[in-house]
């Protein structure tokens, strides 16, 4: 099972990063499912990254909470960017119709480093 973070940064929380790790399975989507309609919906940042970097393998309902969110945010004007540099998920992204970026992430001090 996957896990499932959220750093927020910026000033006043300007920037929300949701991070994923490792595979998101119909287990771990529940979680993805209620971060995402959380920090759209409810905390309303300026931005939000999906760092998708460190999942390794993404099941038929992450996806699926992938594309709500990203069709969400964009209901709701908010700029929503999908990291993927270093992920093997790349094609299937592309095949899924889910835009992103494959820029490579800045973890922030202390957060997220190895």
């Known amino acids: 099972m996957g896990e499932i973070r959220v750093n927020a940064s910026g000033t006043r929380r300007s920037t929300i990063t949701v991070l ?7 287990v771990a989507t529940a979680d993805l499912r209620a971060t995402l309609v959380d920090v759209i ?39 929503t960017i999908f990291r993927t540099a270093g992920s093997p998920l ?15 992430r800045r973890v922030a001090a202390g957060f997220g480093a190895d």
């Open 41 to 79: 919906l409810h905390r309303k940042p300026r931005r939000l990254i999906i760092d998708l970097n460190r999942v390794t393998a993404l099941d038929a309902s992450a996806v699926g909470a992938l594309r709500a969110a990203h069709a969400t945010a964009l209901d709701t004007g908010l700029p």
């Open 20 to 26: 994923l790790d490792g595979e998101i399975d119909h």
């Open 90 to 104: 790349t094609r299937e992204l592309d095949d899924d119709d889910i835009p992103h970026s494959p820029v490579r």
